[in-house]
């Protein structure tokens, strides 16, 4: 199950026009942890984590467009960190 982390915010409202972008693993199932960065690669905070399995998209909406995404697959005990990735306009990221 993967868990969405939601903040209100005022001042920065989450798009209405839905998920800015997806992340999906590869062939096998993943953990996974995504972030929010700023322009600087500055962490803002969780957008959400969890288990995915293979085929399964989980959207994602970022205020900044920007995310960091932290992943290990289930036959690894070893993780891993994306550079920070563009989340716009609907883009699926696809962790290995």
């Not at 085929?55 to 920070?84: C, F, L, M």
Request: proline share 9%; with cysteine; net charge negative.
């Amino acid at each position: 199950m993967f868990t969405l982390i939601v903040g209100l915010s005022a001042t920065a409202p989450l798009p209405a026009q839905g998920p800015s972008c997806y992340v999906t693993p590869g062939l096998e199932k993943t953990l996974v942890s995504v972030r929010e960065v700023d322009q600087d690669g500055n962490p803002l905070g969780e957008l959400g984590s969890g288990w995915l399995n293979p085929g399964e998209q989980v959207p994602i909406n970022s205020r900044t467009g920007r995310v960091v995404i932290q992943y290990q697959q289930a036959s690894s005990d070893k993780g891993y960190q994306t550079d920070p990735q563009g989340c716009s306009n609907g883009r699926v990221i696809t962790v290995p």
